[in-house]
């Protein structure tokens, strides 16, 4: 199994995503002002349960993948999400970045 990794700033928190962090993750994805650019739809629950567990399968299969952001002074309830796609591996024009619902 790989480790994912967590990296951490002044500010924030990039680690795995982790069961707790689901409603905060299927509140971002049913936020139309977040997916707007990305999927054109706001998700369901389940929608958004079943995009959580492929964030653990690209880690485990791919050895890359997504990471939950949490700023530090929030006492971790603003979970956002982050890529951490090499460029080898994926599109070299794509950028890591984040969003958080109702921001």
């Known amino acids: 199994m790989i ?3 967590t990296l951490e700033t002044a500010r924030l928190t990039l680690r795995p995503h982790r069961l707790d962090d689901f ?10 002002d977040v997916v707007r ?10 929608q958004s349960w079943s995009r959580m567990l ?3 399968g690209m880690w485990h299969h791919m050895g890359f993948g997504f990471l939950a952001i949490v700023e530090k002074e929030s006492a971790g309830s603003s979970v ?10 994926w599109n070299p024009r794509s950028r890591g970045r984040w969003r958080s619902a109702g921001r």
């Open 23 to 32: 409603d905060a993750h299927a509140a971002l994805w049913a936020d139309e």
């Open 80 to 89: 956002k999400r982050a890529s951490s796609k090499p460029a080898a591996r």
């Open 54 to 56: 492929r964030v653990a």
């Open 37 to 46: 650019f990305i999927t054109g739809a706001p998700s369901t629950r389940e």
């Open 3 to 5: 480790d994912i990794p």
